[in-house]
Nanobody
Framework: QLQLVESGGGLVQPGGSLRLSCAASGFTLDYYDIGWFRQAPGKEREGVSCISSSGGSTKYADSVKGRFTISRDNAKNTVYLQMNSLKPEDTAIYYC??????????????????WGQGTQVTVSS
C-alpha cells in the first residue's frame, strides 16, 4: 500500500513555529517530487511549497516565502515543512503529496498522485 502520513500539526501562537513531517510507506520517495498543500475552511486548496526528488530545487507560495522551509531526507523516506513566524492566516489543514513526474516548479495540486490524510495547523492566541 502506498501511503503518506503527515504529522506535527497543532495549536501555536502567532509568531511561533511548527515542523510538519510527511512519512512515506509502501514506496520510496527518492523518485518523487513532493508538495505541501493547505486548505482553510471555505477556501480553495493551495500549494504551499514543493521540492524536487533530489531536494535540489524548491518552490514556495508568495505568502510563505521567507517563513517556511521545505526539505527532505530521502534516507528516512520523509519530507519536512518547517514553518516559522506563523500567522493566523496560516491556519489550515496541511497535506503532503507525491508526484512521480516533475511537478516541483509548478507546485500544482492537479499534478500530484498520492496524498496524505492531512494534519491540522491552527495559529491563534
Amino acid at each position: 500500500q502506498l501511503q503518506l502520513v503527515e504529522s506535527g500539526g497543532g495549536l501555536v501562537q502567532p509568531g511561533g513555529s511548527l515542523r510538519l513531517s510527511c512519512a512515506a510507506s509502501g514506496f520510496t520517495l527518492d523518485y518523487y517530487d513532493i508538495g505541501w498543500f493547505r486548505q482553510a475552511p471555505g477556501k480553495e486548496r493551495e500549494g504551499v511549497s514543493c521540492i524536487s526528488s533530489s531536494g535540489g530545487s524548491t518552490k514556495y507560495a508568495d505568502s510563505v516565502k521567507g517563513r517556511f522551509t521545505i526539505s527532505r531526507d530521502n534516507a528516512k523516506n520523509t519530507v519536512y515543512l518547517q514553518m516559522n513566524s506563523l500567522k493566523p492566516e496560516d491556519t489550515a489543514i496541511y497535506y503532503c503529496a507525491a508526484d512521480y513526474g516533475s511537478s516541483w516548479y509548478r507546485c500544482s495540486e492537479y499534478e500530484y498522485d498520492y496524498w496524505g490524510q492531512g494534519t491540522q495547523v491552527t495559529v491563534s492566541s
